[in-house]
């Protein structure tokens, strides 16, 4: 396989290039970031297009561009069944989570916590959130960076480092809107990325009829298999319930998206931004589909896997990339670029999102006395601290290998009993502290008890159901040439003992891994219900603009008069905060006025 040429250097640097250009215009249209509000909420007055695709593409990470079309190479198209799965979490996420949020007007969705139940729990919210956050991150930008180093030999700690430096340098500059609209731009680049890859895989096999034909035969169009049995792997009850539960954990409560759809103009711009977000969604999940099909059609008779041309899945991709872009300059650096745009638009918003939940969490409520100019300044600090923080973490991600698995299972041990909290608090009204705190902790140990045990002793090739994968057809002599695979650490030190595998390994800890999140929701849920109302959670009054009201589902048919409406009511909550939110908002750029005025039926600003 040829390396990379010059020209795909230029299409790296340029995606590069652009993205920090957008942070230094932002860092000065407007008159700049003079408020924390304007640097971490964009001043509340984003418009639905440009968030919707910001949510998109920061959902979709590196290891969507290169881990999907290799889980759909390995496992086949049941995969899909989650663009049923992405349409219920951006339901419940629209009618369940944002009103509430919304209404209350908050930065951190963890303030939220405090007013519902103590300060203890917003703090516990906080600190996982910053953990798992931060975690999370390290992966996000040294698996992606490490699979295309092996195939392409594109410098790994160089790719690392740039795309660390150049993303903490636009948060800190540009704040919130220079995540947004950097996403706009890369979820562009991302889309190229995978076009490029589909139509000249469609030119090689003279047909997608071939592409189409070959997944059928190979057993790659697996779509439906209705096992109940929730120890497998990826069946469609697992995607379906357990799919709902880890990303309505992300995108319900997880401050990274939360804080963006907040930061709407009104909350039907806030709706609508998650309905638009959907079909990017779905969009991302037939291109990645489309690749993982190619893959297969192209390698069916020799998988390079197997053969030992690539040593982990999510090398496929680049591999493919390689091989039948190699004579076009400039496209494989496209396909990189895509990549990348994958982990920046991820790390972006959660820097962002890490500053936001550190001023308005562990800053603010115990230094009352700081300026908003003040505060503003420790915003931009806390991105640069945790834009370090997180290429520190890709270095640590460097010792820990095993790419979605273990992105998801942090998000799904974190995710899930978080979410059974935010989901106690507006779904319960008579959820107290106690109860809450202690639904946490059950569901937390519950979720760490499954997920770790499933790490150590991870489940059988009969849970999992990988489909065949051939090399009868390879000419070439199945040689190691390339370095030995990322293992699982914590695999190899208990390896010795896999011969007894504990009873355990086969029922508990063979669960899917979709189902961590949906375990420790549903802990949280029952243990915080039950607690309550032993602690004499009926005797409570819980204030109304805590919970979810039918009014907020009865809105969506009312639209131009509740915004008016509900404008006024956000304004009276928080008198002082909000005033700055006239016609003549300095925050708004061109751009979204031109894109807010055709909606002025919708919209009570512009009218």
Not at 124 to 146: E, S
Not at 563 to 592: C, Q, R, Y
């Amino acid at each position: 396989m040829g390396g990379f040429s010059v020209w795909d250097y230029v299409v790296f640097a340029a995606m590069l290039l652009v993205s920090a250009v957008i942070g230094v215009y932002y860092a000065f249209a407007g008159g700049g970031q003079k408020t924390s509000k304007d640097f971490l909420m964009g001043g509340r007055s984003m418009s639905a297009v440009p968030v919707a695709l910001s949510l998109t593409a920061s959902f979709m990470s590196a290891v969507t561009v290169l881990g999907t079309p290799a889980e759909i190479y390995r496992y086949g198209a049941i995969f899909c069944v989650f663009a049923i799965t992405y349409a219920l979490v951006v339901l419940c996420s629209a009618e369940i989570f944002l009103p509430v949020f919304y209404r209350l007007g908050i930065t951190s969705t963890y303030e939220y916590l405090e007013l519902r139940f103590n300060k203890y729990l917003r703090l516990c919210g906080t600190f996982l959130f910053i953990i798992q956050t931060t975690l999370y991150t390290g992966i996000v930008i040294y698996a992606p960076a490490l699979a295309l180093n092996q195939v392409t030999g594109f410098d790994l700690w160089g790719a690392v480092v740039a795309t660390g430096v150049v993303c903490t340098f636009y948060c800190t500059l540009g704040g919130l809107k220079a995540v947004v609209w950097t996403d706009v731009f890369q979820v562009g680049i991302m889309v190229a990325g995978f076009s490029s890859v589909i139509i000249r895989a469609v030119v090689v096999q003279e047909g997608i009829g071939r592409i189409v034909n070959d997944s059928y035969y190979g057993g790659r169009l697996n779509f439906w298999d209705f096992n109940p049995n929730p120890l497998q792997r990826h069946t469609f009850w697992t995607i379906i319930i357990g799919g709902t539960f880890t990303w309505t954990g992300i995108y319900g409560v997880n401050q990274s998206q939360v804080q963006r759809y907040i930061a709407c103009k009104t909350r039907f711009h806030a709706k609508m931004s998650l309905y638009i977000n959907l079909v990017g969604l779905w969009a991302i999940l037939v291109c990645a589909t489309l690749c993982g099909l190619s893959l297969y059609s192209i390698y069916k008779d020799c998988d390079p896997w197997t053969a030992n041309q690539v040593s982990a899945l999510d090398q496929l991709m680049p591999y493919l990339v390689l091989d039948i872009l190699r004579d076009f300059p400039g496209v494989p650096g496209l396909f990189v670029a895509s990549a990348y745009s994958g982990t920046l638009s991820t790390v972006s918003s959660s820097i962002n999102a890490l500053a936001a939940v550190t001023v308005e969490d562990l800053i603010k409520p115990y230094f009352k006395s700081l300026s908003e100019k003040k505060l503003s300044w420790i915003s931009m600090g806390m991105s640069l601290f945790y834009g370090g923080v997180c290429i520190a973490m890709a270095a640590l991600a460097s010792l820990l290998g095993a790419l979605l698995q273990a992105a998801l299972s942090i998000f799904g041990m974190v995710g899930g009993p978080l979410l059974g909290l935010f989901a106690l608090g507006i779904l319960c009204s008579f959820a107290n502290g106690i109860g809450a705190f202690v639904g946490l902790i059950t569901g937390f140990v519950i979720s760490l008890w499954v997920g770790i045990g499933s790490q150590i002793y991870p489940p059988l090739p009969e849970r999992t159901m990988p489909l065949p994968l051939s090399t009868a057809g390879c000419n070439i002599s199945i040689s190691s040439n390339l370095t030995t695979p990322t293992e699982n650490p914590l695999t190899t030190i208990f390896s010795t003992q896999a011969a007894e595998r504990p009873l355990l390994a086969d029922h508990w800890y063979s669960l899917s891994y979709l189902y961590f999140s949906t375990l420790g929701t549903l802990t949280t849920i029952a243990v915080g219900m039950i607690i309550s109302l032993l602690t004499g959670g009926l005797k409570q009054h819980t204030d109304r603009k805590f919970l979810l009201t039918k009014e907020d589902f009865l809105s969506n048919f009312s639209w131009s008069k509740s915004e008016t409406a509900e404008k006024v009511v956000v304004l009276n909550w928080k008198t002082s905060a909000m005033v700055d939110e006239g016609t003549d908002n300095p925050a708004f750029s061109h751009i979204e006025m031109d894109e807010a005025s055709d909606k002025n039926k919708a919209n009570g600003l512009h009218i």
